[in-house]
C-alpha cells in the first residue's frame, strides 16, 4: 500500500485548511484510516480516524468539532477539514493504514503504511 498526504500550508490562526490522503493497495473496507500529527520532539499524535468504508468517525479531543475526515466515493481518498486552526495545530500531518481494525485507533501500534507527511503551520 501506498499513501501519500497533499493540502498543507500556513493559514492565520481561525482558519482554514483541508489536507487529502490519497493511498492504493487498500482494498474497499479493508483498513483503519488515520490522521496523526507530530511537532519535533513530541510523540506522534493520532488526531482521528474512521474504517475505510466505515460510517462513524473518531476524533481526539484536541480537535473534536474542528476537524472532519471523510473519504471520497471510490474510498481512494481521505480528508482531512480543518477549521478554527489554532497555532498549537502546527505540525507535520501523517496519514496512516494498514491496520485491519479501528480499536484504539489513536495509537499508532499497527499502522504498518504511513504518508511522507505535509507541514501545517498556524500563525497567530
Known amino acids: 500500500g501506498q499513501l501519500k498526504e497533499s493540502g498543507g500550508g500556513s493559514v492565520q490562526a481561525g482558519g482554514s485548511l483541508r489536507l487529502s490522503c490519497s493511498h492504493s493497495?487498500?482494498?474497499?473496507?479493508?483498513?483503519?484510516l488515520a490522521w496523526f500529527r507530530q511537532v519535533p520532539g513530541k510523540e506522534r499524535e493520532g488526531i482521528a480516524y474512521k474504517h475505510s468504508g466505515g460510517d462513524t468517525p473518531f476524533y481526539a479531543i484536541t480537535v473534536k468539532g474542528r476537524f472532519t475526515i471523510s473519504e471520497d466515493d471510490a474510498y481512494t481518498t481521505l480528508d482531512l477539514q480543518m477549521s478554527n486552526l489554532k497555532p498549537e495545530d502546527t505540525a507535520m500531518y501523517y496519514c496512516?493504514?494498514?491496520?485491519?481494525?479501528?480499536?484504539?485507533?489513536?495509537?499508532?501500534?499497527?499502522?504498518?503504511?504511513w504518508g511522507q507527511g505535509t507541514q501545517v503551520t498556524v500563525s497567530s
Open positions: 493497495g487498500f482494498p474497499y473496507k479493508s483498513t483503519c
Open positions: 496512516a493504514a494498514g491496520r485491519p481494525r479501528c480499536d484504539n485507533g489513536l495509537r499508532m501500534y499497527g499502522y504498518n503504511y
